[in-house]
T-cell receptor, first 114, second 112 residues
Framework: DTAVSQTPKYLVTQMGNDKSIKCEQN?????MYWYKQDSKKFLKIMFS???????INETVPNRFSPKSPDKAHLNLHINSLELGDSAVYFC?????????????FGPGTRLTVT | GNSVTQMEGPVTLSEEAFLTINCTYT??????LFWYVQYPGEGLQLLLK?????DKGSNKGFEATYRKETTSFHLEKGSVQVSDSAVYFC???????????FGPGTSLSVIP
């Protein structure tokens, strides 16, 4: 059983398009995250949701809009894609109440903007 | 602010060599410390963790000890294998509502 899944795994699109990435976790966790990993492997947190409520919103262009329809899902919509948006995007989840804080990551979505 | 510093890579070792990847942190209070590993083409996965000073985390032959006096959490393994080739991230977290602070990652290549 996949714990944290993302779709699609690869996404190639042109500048100016709008695209979405979906994330689902079946771990029963109440906190979910989006990260961006650049070509040098540097990880940057973008957003975090706890029980469908936004709790972390880093300095991210407002072209990026997360949406959490329920605790198990966190989607990322990107408007007007730019070349600099090319990266690998990771979804992650954690169970806060256990106080262990480790995060479980999805396999990533490699976004290429041409 | 909170931060994590790791030794720069890439690190290349021969199989069965001893591995150390240095990690130091800056944070107030008592953060939890983690090592995550990212194998090629995959997401990160937790390798080990420590939640208080002098704790030793261990997994798959890897170890790291939470040293508050030196604000360090160095990763070690006595004998690396080719399958250990990956990127290793040191990380800290203060509370469940804080963001995790990741280090820049250290790429390890183990050659036969």
């Amino acid at each position: 059983d996949t714990a944290v899944s993302q779709t699609p795994k690869y996404l190639v699109t042109q500048m100016g398009n709008d695209k979405s990435i979906k994330c689902e976790q079946n771990l029963g966790h109440d906190t979910m995250y989006w990260y961006k990993q650049d070509s040098k492997k540097f990880l940057k947190i973008m957003f975090s949701y706890n029980n469908k409520e936004l709790i972390i919103n880093e300095t991210v262009p407002n072209r990026f809009s997360p949406k959490s329809p329920d605790k198990a899902h966190l989607n990322l919509h990107i408007n007007s894609l730019e070349l600099g948006d090319s990266a690998v995007y990771f979804c992650a989840s954690s169970q806060e109440w256990r106080k262990t804080y480790e995060q479980y990551f999805g396999p990533g979505t490699r976004l290429t903007v041409t | 602010g909170n931060s994590v510093t790791q030794m720069e890579g890439p690190v290349t070792l021969s199989e069965e060599a001893f591995l150390t990847i240095n990690c130091t942190y800056t944070a107030t209070g008592y953060p939890s410390l983690f090592w995550y590993v990212q194998y090629p083409g995959e997401g990160l996965q937790l390798l080990l963790k420590a939640t208080k000073a002098d704790d030793k985390g261990s997994n798959k032959g890897f170890e790291a000890t939470y040293r508050k006096e030196t604000t360090s959490f160095h990763l070690e393994k006595g004998s690396v294998q080719v399958s250990d080739s990956a990127v290793y991230f040191c990380a800290l977290m203060k509370t469940s509502y804080d963001k995790v602070i990741f280090g820049p990652g250290t790429s390890l290549s183990v050659i036969p």
